[in-house]
C-alpha cells in the first residue's frame, strides 16, 4: 500500500485546515492510522492514531481537543481536522499506517515503530 497526504497548506491562526491520506495499491481497513508531524529543527511527534479494529482515537496532549482524526474506510481515507490552530502547529505532517490486523497496547501508537508504511507529508504553515 501507498499513502498520499495532503489538504496541507498557509492558514492563520485561528483558522482549520483538514488534511486527509489516501491509500493506494492497499487498503486502510484493517491498518491502525498515524499522523505525525515534523517542525523545523525538531523531531518527528506523534499527533493523532485511529485504531483499525475498534475505531479508537489517540492524540497526543498538546492537540487540546482541537484535531479530530477520522476514517473511511469506503474511500480509504484517513482525515485529520484541524481547528484553532497556532504558529507552534507548523509542521510537515505525515501519515502512516501499520502492517494489517496488527494491535498494539499501551502507547505503542505513539511510537513511530510500528508504523511500516508512511506518506510523504504535507506542510502547514500557520501565520500569526
Known amino acids: 500500500v501507498q499513502l498520499q497526504a495532503s489538504g496541507g497548506g498557509l492558514v492563520q491562526a485561528g483558522g482549520s485546515l483538514r488534511l486527509s491520506c489516501a491509500a493506494s495499491?492497499?487498503?486502510?481497513?484493517?491498518?491502525?492510522v498515524g499522523w505525525f508531524r515534523q517542525a523545523p529543527g525538531k523531531e518527528r511527534e506523534f499527533v493523532a492514531a485511529?485504531?483499525?479494529?475498534?475505531?479508537?482515537?489517540h492524540y497526543n496532549d498538546f492537540v487540546g481537543g482541537r484535531f479530530t482524526i477520522s476514517r473511511d474506510n469506503a474511500k480509504n481515507t484517513v482525515s485529520l481536522q484541524m481547528n484553532s490552530v497556532g504558529p507552534e502547529d507548523t509542521a510537515v505532517y505525515y501519515c502512516a499506517a501499520t502492517a494489517p490486523n496488527r494491535r498494539m497496547v499501551g502507547t505503542a501508537h505513539r511510537s513511530q515503530a510500528p508504523y511500516d508504511v508512511w506518506g510523504q507529508g504535507t506542510l502547514v504553515t500557520v501565520s500569526s
Open positions: 495499491g492497499g487498503t486502510f481497513s484493517m491498518r491502525t
Open positions: 485511529i485504531r483499525w479494529y475498534d475505531r479508537h482515537t
